[in-house]
């Protein structure tokens, strides 16, 4: 079975700083691989996702992460972040190819320091 | 289109009692997953319906229930409430339950058992 390891807990940074999450997975076979956003008294957004092809993808805010098949993992990254990108997020993983469950990691809360 | 609507947002109850929670996926979407979301625990799959039938179950006690209506609306039940169930309960919709297209989230139903 899959799964996901979110090593840090709580990334403080301040703002306009870089920031990078760390998010390594655990998995055999071909996967598909998630980062979700959490804000306050909310549910989980998607916030991109890795499926196939290129290896860097992309949201609309600013974040990225690379897929890295021999170090399996699945970093998120902004290169100067806001306060409004204060929330908890949660890689994912699951197995590729048609129905899969979905599994979670622990998340990390990102608090942004003005 | 309207999202994921959980109801209710707030649940107090009392240890020994049960609890009946609700999801109403966006239209169209035919597969239902519940989580129960812990501090330290990170999301914790529960089970997901699709079409009305359980697909898959997490490592759960048979206290926790759920079923799916031909709308595709979802319930989940806990019998017998214990002071550990208190958590957000969180419903995610998807059309199929394919995981490339992503779990759209409901706000939750934050369940405090005193």
């Known amino acids: 079975a899959q799964s996901v390891t979110q090593l840090d807990s709580q990334v403080p940074v301040f703002e306009e700083a870089p920031v990078e999450l760390r998010c390594n997975y655990s998995s055999s076979v071909s996967v598909y691989l998630f980062w979700y956003v959490q804000y306050p008294n909310q549910g989980l957004q998607l916030l991109l996702k890795?499926?196939?092809?290129?290896?860097l993808v992309k949201s609309i805010n600013g974040f990225e992460a690379e897929f890295n098949k021999s170090q399996t993992s699945f970093h998120l990254r902004k290169p100067s972040v806001h306060i409004s990108d204060t929330a908890e997020y949660f890689c994912a993983v699951s197995l590729s190819g048609g129905y899969q469950k979905v599994t979670f990691g622990t998340g990390t809360k990102l608090q942004v320091i003005p | 289109k309207a999202g994921v609507t959980q109801t209710p947002r707030y649940l107090i109850k009392t240890r020994g009692q049960q609890v009946t929670l609700s999801c109403s996926p966006i239209s169209g979407h035919r597969s239902v997953s519940w989580y129960q979301q812990t501090p330290g625990q990170g999301l914790q799959f529960l089970f997901e319906y699709f079409s009305e039938t359980q697909r898959n179950k997490g490592n759960f006690p048979g206290r926790f229930s759920g079923r799916q209506f031909s709308n595709s609306r979802s319930e989940m039940n806990v019998s017998t409430l214990e002071l550990g169930d208190s958590a957000l309960y969180l419903c995610a919709s998807s059309l199929a339950g394919d995981s490339p297209y992503g779990y759209t989230f409901g706000s939750g139903t934050r369940l405090t058992v005193v």
């Open positions: 890795y499926l196939s092809g290129s290896t």
